[in-house]
């Protein structure tokens, strides 16, 4: 990348957001082009991967001076009355990540503009920025006095001076445990969600904290078992981990406890809730823990350090009450343990083979094990060379990702070879050899070879994404805390983001201009100008250039503001997004092969016409004028523009007309634009119906040039890249960027009217859903399911897939009895594999619906080959619903092969089907297709013949797609289907877990006693009673195996 440009991050805030931040930069480069005493500057916005301060940076050498300064500022718009708290742990925690990124991004081999030298040598500045006031008698801030301090409030603030955190003598301590604290809170919700979310998936290790803590975890919270065959290792909490007296330790307890008892929350019966009225009813007058332990998380719940009722709709008197008790946060925090201890002990959690640094984690064969311990080995021998007299080795982020990484990296051995020594809070190398695993003993080995004195040295680690032996903080990190304090500053009681707009146009109009006569209309013009170029900027994708002190925007602005305001207004109202695309060369050949002024262009797309048309003008002056704006001026300012277009000289004018539905009563209007322009270089670019109404009013106009169809491809390709990576598209029923499905080759299919569509921001609807609504309203009644294979049913056959990927054959045949849940399945798989490749076509296909055509094929004795079932599918494909599907020769559709690719021939029809079409064939000539044939049972015998003529016309294709069929299990049926398509897999039936489970959901999601009627409670009485009486005193517990009714009895009492 060059060194002029910066890479940004990705994602944009909301419009008040989005306007603040653009109006804010516009005002600080306004004042930093108009400032003398600053030699140079660059400013950015959106710097990726810099945390909170990204939202302006800018670091400029004032000749005052000798250190550069470097702003870096987080601006928040906020449009409701909330004060703003400047100790508010989650921010500050936030504030100070962003400090750590952006410092360690300065280096003297750092070429950026705003990265380059050392941090030191670089006065930092961080400023949060808001619109949110502050109280009156709030003490915790001071102003800020120091050097920059006038420097920095002329340069940035719009409202009160800004000010900095009083410093306090725990200040290091305060924001060391606030970080460590916040960790661990954001830990235990993490682990919180992982529990709850009830999935059969592993730990996710992608994330900051679980690399920085998962060994802890280990050694304070779970057991952690062998590798098991899969390759995953099985946790579950350790029994001491309730009992632990360590601050951090108890704090995640607390935490994990309630935030369990929140996501595990469950509607309540009426019963249960009668009981809970009484529970509550003493908990009211007497707070005690164990009463609490039944409430929370079912009637009460605990937000911002109060308890506060679960519905809403508490009665106010209730709520009163509730609010007056003094109950103190251990006392919540006990009761939620008391409440989620038994639940959480009895589960078993599957995790990652490198979950707790059991052995270091390096994959592969002996050879490539053995290879990367002698690079590790050579690697930390190195170190040793600058090793302190001490015998301190020092650990930070110089030593690169490569060498600390988890994945075969020094991380890995943190745990194991690499121990806490407790009196120094280092780490050091072990001395119990032999509780190493096997590949840390090989490791260990090469270590004492080169450096028999092991035990002499200790490491002190400097880096963030490091496994942690403990929860204590060193002094680097206080001495960060320290300087990070110095450095951070608050601008408070800022103007929002319309009063910023009025500051700049007035700092505009301050300055020394040309000419002032009508210069407030002008002063606007230069700000529209102006605004929207840096808003241009802010929207770049990806990658933004710097603005600096030789940037010409607002000089630029300012020339073309000063000739004709209004114009200069109207030509700024055109569509500015689309100015950003560029045309590649050969589309410019209608204007380079004649001369187009004193033209009507006629157009499918006159806004991308024109687009084109400034492309090709250049530099030379010109200005697009939208016929649609021009009609809405109020009078007095239509008088102003006539004159400004009969004085406006040597700028070409280009009148745009884009589909205009009607003229009305603009006639008079049309003649007074028309003999304004008449005898000036002008173009009139309009959609082709209205070529004959301008015609009449334009009699200047020689001639009618047709430009020539725009499609996609006539873009370049980062243009090409643009109009997709803002293009929606509902893709079989699921929201997708049209970027994620078009590729280079697809790109060529979307031709004028699909780009038009794109430009003006509509969706583009693309294929079938594949999603039933059955599914959709019990999908958190799933399970995932077991599927076996007939040929051999023993429990190491056993899969349970995740995805339509997960098992391997071609042609995947599902045979079960009615009620199994095929359909359920093929519709969840389905899901779980666009979440993973978001890009494929699934086309599902139920065969009972489409029996007609399967009839037709049948009387009139088809031959079903490929091109036919073809023809067939593609209908399918991008019919809304199976009542829209036409059959009829009204929707025909030829086909042909070429050299094995399958193409579209003669359609005449409509563009946005041809478009689908033509896509849907591209996705099965490059094998991006999914075919699920659902119910294959459902048209046997009569149609069994037809059906498997489609599916094995799909299977022989060249080009091969994965594929699915589902079918009851009839023995005709099956040995059918098995005899064409090989063994068959089954669903399994539901393990005694998956029962109990299925029935905790179903109980959770759909049982609402409070709607049954007084016969319905009365049945679910008797039926208790009925179990009671029939147990005779025995447990129900030792008959649970035995009685299908105690299973659902005990399951609805500990529901």
């Known amino acids: 990348m060059d060194v002029k440009q910066y890479k940004k991050r990705s994602g944009t805030s909301g419009i008040q957001g989005q306007l603040y931040e653009t109006k804010l930069t516009s005002l600080i480069n306004f004042r930093a082009l108009h400032n003398d005493t600053i ?21 400029i050498k004032v000749s005052e001076f000798d250190k550069p300064l470097a702003i870096f500022i987080q601006a928040k718009h906020r449009e409701n009355d909330k004060l703003f708290t400047f100790s508010n742990k989650k921010e500050l925690a936030q504030y100070f990540d962003s400090y750590l990124r952006i410092r360690r991004l300065f280096s003297p081999k750092n070429k950026t503009p705003i ?72 830990l235990a919700i993490n682990i919180a969600t992982f529990i709850t979310e009830r999935t059969d998936t592993e730990l996710s290790m992608n994330n900051d904290l679980m690399l920085r803590y998962h060994v802890l975890l280990a050694l304070e919270v779970f057991e952690v078992s062998e590798i098991q065959v899969e390759g995953h290792r099985f946790v579950h909490f350790r029994e001491d981990f309730f009992d632990s007296e360590n601050k951090f330790v108890v704090l995640f307890k607390n935490i994990l406890c309630l935030e369990v008892l929140k996501k595990n929350k469950s509607q309540i019966s009426d019963e249960i809730m009668i009981s809970l009225d009484s529970v509550l009813s ?43 008790l003094n109950v103190p946060q251990t006392v919540v925090y006990k009761a939620a343990v008391s409440g989620a201890k038994e639940y959480l002990q009895r589960l078993k959690l599957k995790v990652p083979a490198f979950f707790g640094n059991k052995d270091l984690a390096i994959r592969g064969n002996d050879a490539k094990i053995d290879q990367r311990l002698t690079h590790l080995t050579t690697t930390f021998v190195k170190l040793l060379e600058n090793v302190t007299t001490d015998n301190i080795i020092t650990i930070d982020e110089s030593l690169g990702d490569g060498f600390l990484k988890l994945n075969g990296g020094l991380s890995s051995a943190v745990g194991n070879i690499l121990v806490l020594d407790y009196r120094t809070n280092l780490l050091r190398f072990t001395d119990d050899f032999e509780s190493l695993g096997s590949i840390a003993k090989r490791w260990y080995e090469k270590l004492k070879i080169k450096i028999g004195n092991l035990n002499e040295y200790k490491l002190d680690v400097k880096v963030k994404k490091f496994p942690k032996l403990s929860f204590e903080t060193g002094a680097y990190d206080d001495s960060l805390v320290r300087d990070f304090y110095n450095r951070l500053l608050f601008f408070t009681n800022q103007s929002d983001q319309g009063e910023v707009e009025d500051i700049l146009k007035r700092e505009i109009e301050d300055h020394p201009c040309y000419d002032v006569h009508r210069f407030r209309v002008r002063s606007d013009v230069i700000y529209l100008r102006y605004h929207d170029e840096i808003q241009k900027l802010w ?69 991308l016409t024109s687009v084109k048309l400034e492309q090709y003008l250049g530099k030379r002056d010109h200005a697009v004028l939208d016929l649609k704006y021009i009609f809405k001026l109020p009078y007095k300012n239509l008088t ?163 995805t339509l990927y997960d098992l391997d054959d071609d042609v995947v045949l599902l045979t079960a009895v009615p009620g199994m849940g095929k359909s359920t399945l093929m519709t969840h798989l389905s899901l779980k594999t666009k979440k993973i490749n978001p890009k494929l076509w699934i086309l599902r296909i139920n065969l009972l619906e489409h029996a007609k055509m399967l009839s037709d094929w049948k009387d009139g004795q088809t031959d079903i080959n490929m091109l036919e079932s073809l023809r067939f599918i593609c209908k399918v494909a991008i019919c809304k619903k199976h009542r829209d599907f036409n059959e009829d020769d009204e929707f025909k559709i030829e086909l042909e092969e070429v050299l094995g690719t399958v193409i579209l021939k003669n359609w005449t029809e409509d563009s946005f089907i041809e478009f689908q079409l033509k896509l849907f064939l591209y996705y099965y000539n490059t094998q991006k297709l999914i075919f699920i044939f659902d119910g294959f049972d459902e048209i046997f015998p009569d149609y069994a013949d037809q059906a498997l003529a489609l599916v094995k016309s799909v299977r022989d294709f060249t080009k091969r797609h994965k594929i699915w069929i589902t079918s009851r299990s009839y023995n005709n049926i099956k040995s059918i289907l098995e005899t064409e398509f090989g063994p068959s897999y089954g669903i399994d039936h539901f393990s005694w877990m998956e029962q109990d489970r299925y029935l905790f959901l179903y109980w959770q999601n759909k049982l609402q006693l409070s709607k049954l009627s007084s016969e319905q409670l009365q049945n679910i009485n008797d039926f208790i009673q009925f ?18 009714y105690f299973k659902v009895y005990t399951n609805f009492l500990f529901f």
Not at 44 to 50: H, L, P, R, S, V
Not at 156 to 166: E, P, S
Not at 304 to 314: H, P
């Open 539 to 607: 929207m770049t994708p990806k990658v933004g250039t710097y603005l600096t002190k030789k940037s010409k925007l607002y000089t630029n602005a300012v020339t073309n503001a000063m000739n004709e305001p209004l114009i200069g207004v109207l030509n700024t109202m055109h569509r500015i997004k689309n100015k950003d695309y560029v045309f590649k060369e050969e589309s410019l050949k209608i204007f380079t092969e004649r001369n187009v002024t004193g033209a009507v262009i006629a157009s499918g797309s006159p806004v």
């Open 640 to 802: 102003i523009f006539y004159e400004e277009l009969t004085n406006c000289k040597d700028k070409v004018l280009i009148i745009l007309s884009n589909h205009m539905q009607s003229f009305g009563n603009c006639n008079k209007k049309l003649e007074s634009i028309a003999k304004a322009v008449n005898g000036k270089p002008t173009v009139i670019v309009v959609d082709k119906h209205s070529v004959k109404t301008i015609k009449q009013y334009f009699s200047q106009v020689h001639y009618v040039v047709n430009d020539d169809p725009i499609s996609l491809i006539d873009l370049t390709d980062e243009s090409q890249k643009m109009v997709l990576g803002v293009a929606k598209a509902k893709f079989q029923g699921l929201d997708v960027g049209l970027d994620i499905i078009i590729d280079e080759e697809s790109a060529k299919l979307i031709d004028e009217t699909m780009l038009n569509n794109i430009v003006d921001g509509k969706s583009i609807k693309i294929g079938n859903e594949y999603i039933d609504d059955n599914y959709e309203k019990n999908k958190k009644l799933y399970i995932d399911r077991r599927v076996t294979p007939k040929a051999g049913s023993d429990n190491a056959n056993r899969i349970r897939p995740q």
């Open 115 to 186: 990265f380059c030298g050392k941090f030191e040598d670089v006065e930092c500045i961080f400023a949060m920025y808001t619109t949110a006031a502050t109280a009156e008698d709030d003490n915790s801030t001071e102003l800020y006095e120091g050097e920059f301090a006038d420097y920095i409030n002329e340069l940035v603030r719009t409202g009160k001076a800004c000010r900095q955190l009083v410093n306090k003598e725990d200040h290091s301590d305060f924001l060391g445990k606030i970080v460590m604290k916040e960790e661990i809170v954001c």
């Open 1027 to 1044: 179990i009671t009486k029939k147990s005779n005193g025995v447990p129900v517990f030792n008959n649970i195996r035995h009685t299908p």
């Open 282 to 324: 003493e908990f009211l007058v007497e707070p005690k823990e164990e009463l609490l332990s039944k409430l929370i998380g079912k009637v009460i719940t605990y937000k911002n350090d109060r308890l506060e009722f679960v519905n809403n709709s508490t009665n106010e008197d209730l709520k009163r009450k509730l609010d007056k």
């Open 39 to 59: 030699e140079s500057f660059h400013l950015a916005t959106n710097i990726d991967e810099i945390g909170t301060f990204d939202d302006i940076c800018l670091r």
